[in-house]
């Protein structure tokens, strides 16, 4: 089994940054891929960013040059460095493993990203 722990998170003026952690524990090696997901308020949950294994990273076009994507392999952690916020990032913001064996994903619990204008 795979958990993952969220944190960071919070208020921020429009312009601002946060960031945004997501740490792994228990059978880690069985992870493919992270990324990160949000769930603005009464719409559908959408893809934001994932960093493979190897390091490869991908982004939404609505967040491409504005967010980061990193990982810490020593501690088994993914962050995502949020810069130049919008409001219409207000969301949860959700972690998510890929996993090579069942349940084959697993998620975090989704901090919250309010951003003002």
């Known amino acids: 089994q795979v958990q993952l722990v969220e944190s960071g998170g919070g208020l921020v003026q429009a312009g601002g940054s946060l960031r945004l952690s997501c740490a792994a524990s228990?059978?880690?090696?069985?992870?493919?891929?992270i990324g990160w997901y949000r769930q603005p308020p009464g719409k559908q949950r959408e893809w934001v960013a994932v960093i493979s294994n190897g390091g490869s990273t991908n982004y939404a076009d609505s967040v491409k040059g504005r967010f980061t994507i990193s990982r810490d392999n020593d501690k088994n952690t993914v962050s995502l460095q949020m810069n130049s916020l919008k409001p219409e990032d207000t969301a949860v913001y959700y972690c998510?493993?890929?996993?090579?064996?069942?349940?084959?994903?697993?998620w975090g619990q989704g901090p919250r990203v309010t951003v003002s204008s």
């Open positions: 228990g059978s880690t090696r069985s992870i493919n891929a």
């Open positions: 998510q493993a890929s996993l090579a064996v069942s349940p084959y994903s697993t």
